[in-house]
């Protein structure tokens, strides 16, 4: 079985879970870059992320190379943000058409839960048959140990479900 992981993460959480699950496959992973990241630490990054929610904003990312027909699995993660995708999802989606796949979201959360992320990120890859879905609070500041095990867990249990 052919997978990819896709995330964007600004300071690392999501990150830490994507290459949790792309090593636990032992599939591809690939990070979507904005071109101007938005400032990490201090409060300021709320404000620039919350606008760009508020705004539905579709912020310049690096080109990605991928050709998602070749997988059998897609897994996308992001951060929470205002109680949805960030951003440059909005971007990514409207630049690469992904159809036909089985899809499994993860995002990782402040505390807030994952709110509309999901329901979301369903919503704009209609067409597509979604296998799980599972969120993560704060995974590096939180339970970095017990986030990894449930990452794995979680992942193993849809690959072999499928
Ligand atoms: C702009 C912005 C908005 C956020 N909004 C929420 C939110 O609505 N709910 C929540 O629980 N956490 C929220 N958070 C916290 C992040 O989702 C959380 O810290 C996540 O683990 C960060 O992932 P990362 O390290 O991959 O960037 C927000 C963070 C930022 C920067």
New binding site residues.
């Given amino acids: 079985m052919k997978s990819l992981v896709i995330f ?8 830490f879970i994507a290459e949790t699950i792309s090593k636990e496959l032992d599939g591809n992973i690939t990070e979507i870059k904005p071109v101007k990241q ?1 400032p990490t630490g201090g409060f300021r ?2 404000l ?3 606008k760009q ?1 508020m705004f539905k904003d579709k912020p310049d990312i690096e080109p990605i190379n991928e050709d998602f027909s070749k997988y059998d699995l897609i897994i996308l993660g992001t ?5 949805r995708f960030a951003p440059v999802f909005n971007t990514f989606l409207e630049k690469n058409k992904i159809e036909n796949k089985k899809i499994a979201l993860f ?7 994952e ?1 509309k992320t999901f329901v979301d990120f369903k919503e704009k890859l209609k067409g597509n048959d979604f296998v799980g879905e599972i969120a ?5 500041k939180k339970d970095k140990e017990g986030s990894l095990l449930r990452a794995k867990q979680w992942i193993r249990a849809i690959k072999e479900s499928l």
């Fill in positions: 964007y993460s600004l300071e690392g959480d999501t990150k938005i990054k709320y620039w992320g919350g929610v951060p929470v943000w205002a109680s995002c990782c959360h402040g505390g807030g839960k709110g993560f609070e704060d995974p590096l």
